[in-house]
Each structure stands twice: as C-alpha cells, then as structure tokens.
C-alpha cells in the first residue's frame, strides 16, 4: 500500500512525462496556459467553416526552461476530451528526428498522428464513397465491385464498405481516383487513397521539396475539417535553431495551413538562438497568435499545486485530507527553500516519485521525514543543507523547521542548546568555569570564563519582532555588571555592538544546527565526529 | 495609384518567377513601359534580366529567391558567403569574449592590491567584499532585465552583466555572487533558464538567462 492509502505510486518516474502522467495538470500557471490554448482553438472553430482558408490559421508558442512542463502540458492538451472533440494532433518531438532533414521532419510529423484518428479519418472516407454509390454514383458503385452473387447474397454496400475497413475486400482504386477527382485537388485524391489502402504514412519517403510537405499537410487538414469537422494541430516540441527545422517551420507559417494551429515548444535559449540565426523565422514567432507563457513555473506556489494534484488525482478513496496536505506542503517547501536544485517542477516530482516509495516499502501512512531523507542520501549523495555545520539530516532538519514555527518554543531550545554546547565546550576543555543562570531579571542566560580567564556573559534574544529584541538587547547591556564580556545571540540582523558587546547573529541554519546538537547531546548520541564539529559551530557563534 | 506603383505592384505579384516585360507592355499599353522601368531600375526597386530570350523584370525583394533557385552557382556561392558570415560573426563574439574577460582580470587584479606576506611572497587578496549593497544591485538588475529583455522577458545574464559591470565598476565574480544571492533570496520574483555561454550554474546546468517574474 502507497501513503495517503494510494493504490499506485502517483508521481512519474520517467524524466520527461508520458501521456498517462499528463493526464494530471496541477499548477495555476501551468491550468491558465492551458485556458489560453483551449481559447485559441475554440476561437478558430468558431471562425472555420465548411471549407477552410488560409486566415484560418494560428501560431502558437509555448516557450520556458527545460523542466518546467511544456511537453506536459501539451500533452495534457492532446489528452483532453473537449480537444478530441474538435481537433487532431500530431505531436512531434524534434530531438527524436536524426537527421533532421525534410523526408524525416515530414515523415514525423504523419506518425505524429494517432493511429485511432487515421482510422476514423480512413472510416469516414470509406463511408462518404458508399453513400455515393449508395446515391447511384455510377463510378462510386464501381469502387465496391457489387456482383450479381453478391445481389443474391443480399450484400449491399454497407457491408462491401465494412469489408474494405476491414481489409477483406480490395476495392477499385481506378474507380476511387475517378471519383475523388472529380471533387477533391489531385493531391487530396492520391492522400485519401492512401488511406484507404491504410498507408497513411507511407508516402513521407516519396517527398520531392518543401512546397510538396505543404500540400501535403494543407491536403491532410482540409480531409480533416471535411470529413472529422476537426481542426488540425501540429504540435512541435523541443523546436530549436537547427536550419531544416527552421525552414520547415517557416514555410508552414508562410503557406497558412487551413483550419490547423502550429503550437512550437521550445526553450528561451532556442528562441534567442533563433534570433540569432534566421531574421525571418524570428519575426514570425514573435508575431506568434498567442504566446503562451510558463512564467512562474517553477515558484513554490505552483510546484506545492502539482505535487498535490498528483495525489488528489489519485486519490479515490478520498483519504488524503486537508492536515495530510499541510504536513507534505511544509515538508516540501523545506526542500524548495534548502536545495535550490529542486526548485523545479521535474526534480520535484523525480524526489516525490521516490520517496513515495521508500514510504510504501516501510509502509508509512504518509510520505515522511526519513522516506525524503534516505531519497536525498540515495539519489543526490552529495547533497548537504546549506550551512550546516553539524551536518543535520534532512529529516532532522524538517523536524526542527516544523517545530520552530512557536518562536517561544525555539528560543527556549536556543537556549537550552547554548547551555548545552557550552557544557560540552567545559566537557573538552575549551572553556573554563561555566555557571547557568535563570536569566528572567537580567536577560542574562549562562555566564563562563574563558581560556583566558575572561567572564563572559551570554543572552540569547530571539523573537519574530526584530523591535523587540533590539529593545532586549538594549535592557541586557544593563547587565554588563555581571560580566567582563557580553555576548547577545539573536535572529535581529543587527550589527549593534558596543564596548563589551559582541552581538552575534544566528541564522535559521545556526538554530537548527544547535538544536540538532542539543538533542544529540542529552540523548548521549554523540559521537567521535560530532565532538570536533559541536567546538566549531560554537566558534563559529563565539562562545569559546 | 501613379503607374510607377502600378507596374512594381504587377512585378511584385509575379512574385519569384518574374514577369516578361513584354507581357507588362501589353498590359499596360497607354503608358511609357521602357521609361517607367528605366526609373524603377535606377532607384533600385526592381531587377531586370535576361531568361531564355526574354527579359524579365522582378521586384528586389524576389530577384534573389530566384537566383537562388534557377542558378545552381549563385546558390553555393551564397551558402559558402552565409557559412563564412556566420562563422566570422560567431568568431567575433568569441574573440570579444575573451577580451572582455581579459579585460575583467586585468581591471580585478589592479584593484586588488598585492600584499606580501612574512616570507615576502607577493599575493592578491581575492576577498575583497563588493563595494555595491544587495538592495542597490538588486534596483539596478531589475532595471537592467526591464531595459534588455526581449518581449517574452528572458534576458542574457551576460547582457545584464555587461551594463552592469561596466557601470559600477563591479567584477564577474561579484556581479554573479550578487545574481545567486538575489535568484536565492528572492525565488518567487526571478526565474533563470538554461543556456547561454555564462551564468549561475544549478543542478549542473549553466543558466545564462533571467527574468523578472
């Protein structure tokens, strides 16, 4: 069993994201691009009608930095009922073309097509032939070779139609080219004959030049408005600078395929890079129909949204509920915010997918601490919370961040860790008499004499309110008396020190590695290498 | 219409196959043919040439696409020109680079003065803090993504890198410690990209792009 009582572990494995993965689209800005993509298409279907021209034709782009779920989304948009419905995409991955010349751009974009729309494509022309000859169309009869015994077993062209669909029954291809030629150009008759022969892609290898691809494709989308009344997409994903495929592309946009959206997808790189070589395809992008932007992607906001979206998507039995929600967004949220390599949506889900399950295999409830440690020790072995000087867990570290959010409760085990620390630094040798005080009247927390002989005073100052601790800080110089030094720990930023005064200031990470250490420290879990690196977190805070 | 516009927009409709001038003779009977070319040819705006026997007139715009689809040896000749131009661009770039981080280190290490330590072994103290405050560098940055960004508002950091040093007089290496501290600091307000010849280097990727989000 997966946590959250999941019957499957919901985030991709694979890098880059298959179609059963885009089924599930979390993200404002990754739900808003698909909103502008769904407005494009609905706006050209309003505009098309019977018979395509060529002001029926849109340029889509959609460009962010690898990672960030471009290929997702478009994806995700050729999975969509109410796309299904109104149009057919070819999607095409420019990366898996080699070489990149003409025949095989061509050719990728034909088995771009899925294979449920050439055989409805193929259905519908099969059927618009049988009602010709349905009507008496003396050519359109000849195609379905109707014969006197066929008259007697009552076959009727309904079920020479189904033979041909089926690949029982060769019709007449001379009797088609009769036909389609007299109502369709002769490159949309020799399309539709190959389709009906079920060679759909086959013809890519037999492509003369660049104005051959265009009727070609231009031939396809018209088939499609007329037979499916579907849009045609061509969805062009990881488009970058190379000259075929820029040439390529440029002639699609110049020729304005009819009833068809060219969506390319590519990075801001590959957009400057063609800037920089082809003018021309430059000014055609920029003049782009709709540029879809990701910006944002990659924001805490928008990965915390996908991340659960793949749960609730997932979610049948509904039992990830709301505090579930909250304890994996904070979880999560330390990561973002400690390792700026997983400030992006696909190293996310990549450290999710294995966590998840780390988690099924101890069978946690939930995606835990520990499931998230060992699957940043495993897979980024090297990986190290910023800072760190006692070389804090992960899961360790999203504890202690969890229970800091009580400021009261974290001083106090600031101060708790201070005095720890410097019994330790007593236990070593490093500093020499060490008393602890009660610190309520004279802000004043643990008092000890260094090597050298000097009292030093320490108070620890931590509040959400900067104003408030310099206002301690202030009422603790008072207390200078006690002392020949003071020291004040705080989280106030200040650089505020007098004479006698040394203010040092404590980040998060410097809290955190305190009290990682004073836990380790009153559970007698420190060990011989823990020794050396408690005596340099306290230097690095100037307690000895 | 004047019947100069008249006759560039019939050539400009033939478009790269060109049109015989003895065809826009008989199309436009009433007028001075040979004059009104004579002129066109003069300014520039279209391209008169012999194809077989007959001359043939192109607009400026298409006479080139039809050299470089009839004539086999003008169109070597031209990739080889592109090839060269785009390789001597793409050296330029290179060689102006370099200079550029000459340039840099020279400007760094006289800033940088030399110290001498107890055995008298000169060294250059690569410590120095940036004379620039984060909050300074982060309106500059800001104003110099807003300047230099393209219109889907990514920008070369080594665009914003150039302005920048050159106008405060801050090093490379400052201006992309400032970078990291800012993309850290403030995740939910910059956006970096992959590519680009420098940048900032996450998950072992160099990203050399930027912008404000």
């Keep these: ?544 | 219409m004047s019947a100069e516009q008249q006759i560039v927009e019939r050539i400009t409709s033939a478009g790269t196959a060109g049109i015989k001038k003895i065809d826009l003779r008989k199309e436009f009977q009433d007028m001075e043919i040979d004059v009104v070319i004579e002129g066109l040819v003069t300014s520039g705006d279209i391209l008169v040439d012999k194809k077989g026997t007959a001359y043939y007139c192109w607009h400026k715009d298409h006479y080139l696409q039809n050299l470089l689809n009839t004539d086999p040896k003008f169109r070597l000749i031209y990739e080889s020109i592109m090839h060269l131009e785009m390789s001597v661009n793409k050296t330029s770039d290179g060689l102006a680079k370099t200079l550029e981080t000459l340039y840099n280190n020279v400007k760094n290490s006289q800033k940088s003065p030399a110290t001498k330590n107890l055995d008298g072994i000169s060294h250059i103290n690569i410590n120095d803090e940036p004379t620039m405050k984060l909050d300074r560098f982060r309106n500059e940055f800001d104003l110099a993504i807003g300047n230099n960004s393209s219109s889907i508002g990514w920008v070369e950091l080594s665009k914003v890198r150039n302005e920048l040093c050159k106008k405060y007089n801050i090093s490379n290496e400052d201006f992309y410690s400032f970078v990291e501290q800012l993309t850290n600091l403030y995740h939910d307000k910059y956006e970096l990209s992959t590519g680009g010849y420098e940048g900032l280097t996450v998950r072992g990727l160099l990203h050399g792009f930027v912008r404000c989000i």
Excluded: W
């Excluded at chain 1, 057919?88 to 061509?106: A, E, K, T």
């Excluded at chain 1, 990728?108 to 059927?127: N, P, Q, T």
């Design chain 1, 1 to 544: 069993m997966y946590p959250y009582g999941l019957t499957q572990n919901p985030y991709p494995s694979s890098p880059t994201p298959t179609l059963i993965d885009a089924q599930v689209l979390g993200g404002r800005r990754h739900k808003e691009a698909k909103k502008a993509v769904l407005s494009c298409i609905e706006d050209l279907n309003s505009k098309v009608s019977d018979i395509a021209t060529d002001r029926d034709f849109r340029l889509v782009t959609l460009i962010q930095d690898v990672g960030s779920g471009k290929t997702h989304l478009a994806l995700h948009i050729r999975a969509l009922k109410e796309i299904c419905n109104n149009a057919v995409i070819s999607y095409v991955d420019l990366s898996q073309v080699f070489p990149r010349d003409m025949d095989n751009i061509y050719a990728a974009l034909l088995s771009g097509f899925d294979k449920e729309y050439i055989d409805s494509l193929r259905k519908a022309i099969v059927y618009y032939l049988r009602d010709k000859a349905e009507r008496n169309n003396k050519q359109a009869k000849k195609i379905f070779k109707l014969g006197f015994i066929d008259f007697l077993t009552k076959k009727n062209f309904s079920i020479k139609a189904q033979q041909i669909l089926d690949g029982r029954m060769v019709p007449d291809y001379f009797a088609i080219d009769q036909v389609l030629t007299t109502e369709f150009s002769v490159v949309e008759a020799s399309v539709m004959k190959l389709i009906i022969e079920g060679k759909f892609g086959d013809h890519a290898g037999n492509i003369k030049s660049m104005e051959h691809i265009i009727t070609k494709i231009s031939a396809i989308a018209n088939l499609n408005l007329k037979f499916l009344k579907k849009l045609t997409i061509l969805q062009i994903d990881e488009f970058d600078s190379d000259k075929k495929s820029l040439e390529v592309v440029k002639a699609i946009i110049n020729s304005h395929l009819p009833s068809t959206v060219l969506m390319l997808i590519l990075t801001p790189s590959s957009y400057d890079e063609i800037r920089k070589e082809d003018n021309a395809t430059f000014d055609r992008l920029e003049k782009a129909n709709y540029k879809i932007d990701l910006a944002g992607s990659n924001t805490l906001e928008e990965i915390l949204d996908i991340i659960l979206e793949y749960v609730r998507y997932y979610d049948l039995q509904k039992s990830f509920k709301l505090e579930d929600e909250t304890d994996l967004s904070a979880k999560i949220k330390v990561i973002y915010d400690e390792f700026p390599d997983f400030r992006n949506v696909r190293s996310m889900t990549n450290i999710l997918y294995n966590a998840t399950e780390n988690a099924a295999k101890r069978d946690a409830p939930i995606i835990d601490e520990k499931a998230i440690d060992d699957t940043i020790k495993s897979t980024h072995p090297g990986l190290r919370i910023r800072g760190s000087i006692m070389g804090v867990p992960l899961s360790d570290f999203i504890k202690i961040r969890n229970s800091s959010n009580d400021i009261q409760m974290l001083e106090s085990n600031v101060r708790d860790a201070v005095k720890n620390l410097l019994n330790h630094a007593h236990d070593m040798g490093s500093v020499a008499k060490f008393e602890s005080t009660n610190g309520v009247d004279t802000g004043i927390d643990v008092i000890y004499n260094d090597p050298a002989g000097t009292k030093v005073a320490v108070a620890v100052v931590i509040n959400k309110d900067h104003t408030k601790s310099f206002d301690q800080i202030s009422n603790t110089v008072k207390s200078i008396g006690f002392a020949d030094k003071l020291l004040v720990l705080t989280n106030a930023k200040t650089d505020s020190g007098t004479d006698g005064m040394t203010v040092v200031n404590i980040d998060r990470c410097k809290m955190t590695d305190l009290i990682y250490f004073s836990s380790k420290y009153k559970n007698n879990e420190i060990l011989h290498d823990d020794l050396q690196r408690a005596l340099l977190l306290a230097k690095s805070i100037k307690l000895c």
